[in-house]
T-cell receptor
Framework: AAGVIQSPRHLIKEKRETATLKCYPI?????VYWYQQGPGQDPQFLIS???????DKGSIPDRFSAQQFSDYHSELNMSSLELGDSALYFC?????????????FGPGTRLLVL | DAKTTQPNSMESNEEEPVHLPCNHS???????IHWYRQLPSQGPEYVIH???SNVNNRMASLAIAEDRKSSTLILHRATLRDAAVYYC?????????FGAGTRLTVKP
C-alpha cells in the first residue's frame, strides 16, 4: 500500500539559510500534519491542514510557514535557520472522519543546520 | 489538552505479555484514547484506539478502566520488533499532541 512520502530524506543547511520540506500524503487523504522531533525528544506538533486550509497550529516558529496544495501535498518552508532547528521533521496524513482518524506517518526528513 | 502519565521505561522478555499503563485522570467525555509507537529511526505508527470499551486488533489490545481515568495497552506476546517508545495520547479533535511515552525494551 502507498505510504506517506517525504522529501528530501536528509538535508544539510547553514545557519540563516532557508529550507523547504515536502510531504506527499497517502492517496485520497485530505489532512496533513507536520511534527518536529529534536534529538532525544518526543514529536512536537507544528501545524496541520485539512482540504488546503490550515486546521490547527502548534509550536511552529514564526520563521516557518506551510501550506497544502490542490493535489493535497504539503510543503514546510523554514527560513533564517538556527542550529536548534536541527531535528527530524515528520509529516503524517489522514482521512478525516468522526472517529479521531488514524494518522499515518512518513519516514521523516532529517535536517542538520550547521 | 488533557494530560497522560506513563512510566518512562519498561522491560519485557521475548514472547511474554506486556502491559503498558497510562493514567489520564483529567480525561473528558469526548476524548478518545490513542496509542502510537515509534520504532528506532522511524516515524510513529498507529497501534490502537478506543473510547469506552476494550478494543482488540491484530497488534494489541486496549483495556480501558470503567471510569476512563486509566488504560492499559496489552501486547500479548512481545517480540524483539516490539521494542519502541509507546505513546498514550488523548484526542478530542483531529490534532494530536505527543507526551513523554514509555520506552519498551524486549529481552531475548
Amino acid at each position: 500500500a502507498a505510504g506517506v512520502i517525504q522529501s528530501p530524506r536528509h538535508l544539510i543547511k547553514e545557519k540563516r539559510e532557508t529550507a523547504t520540506l515536502k510531504c506527499y500524503p497517502i492517496p485520497r487523504h485530505d489532512t496533513v500534519y507536520w511534527y518536529q522531533q529534536g534529538p532525544g525528544q518526543d514529536p512536537q506538533f507544528l501545524i496541520s491542514f485539512y482540504e488546503k486550509m490550515q486546521s490547527d497550529k502548534g509550536s511552529i516558529p514564526d520563521r516557518f510557514s506551510a501550506q497544502q496544495f490542490s493535489d493535497y501535498h504539503s510543503e514546510l518552508n523554514m527560513s533564517s535557520l538556527e542550529l536548534g532547528d536541527s531535528a527530524l521533521y515528520f509529516c503524517a496524513s489522514s482521512l478525516r472522519d468522526n472517529d479521531r482518524e488514524t494518522q499515518y506517518f512518513g519516514p521523516g526528513t532529517r535536517l542538520l543546520v550547521l | 489538552d488533557a494530560k497522560t502519565t506513563q512510566p518512562n521505561s519498561m522491560e519485557s522478555n521475548e514472547e511474554e505479555p506486556v502491559h503498558l499503563p497510562c493514567n489520564h485522570s483529567t480525561i473528558s467525555g469526548t476524548d478518545y484514547i490513542h496509542w502510537y509507537r515509534q520504532l528506532p529511526s522511524q516515524g510513529p505508527e498507529y497501534v490502537i484506539h478506543g473510547l469506552t470499551s476494550n478494543v482488540n486488533n491484530r497488534m494489541a489490545s486496549l483495556a480501558i478502566a470503567e471510569d476512563r481515568k486509566s488504560s492499559t495497552l496489552i501486547l500479548h506476546r512481545a517480540t524483539l520488533r516490539d521494542a519502541a517508545v509507546y505513546y498514550c495520547i488523548l484526542r478530542d479533535d483531529n490534532d494530536m499532541r505527543f507526551g513523554a511515552g514509555t520506552r519498551l525494551t524486549v529481552k531475548p
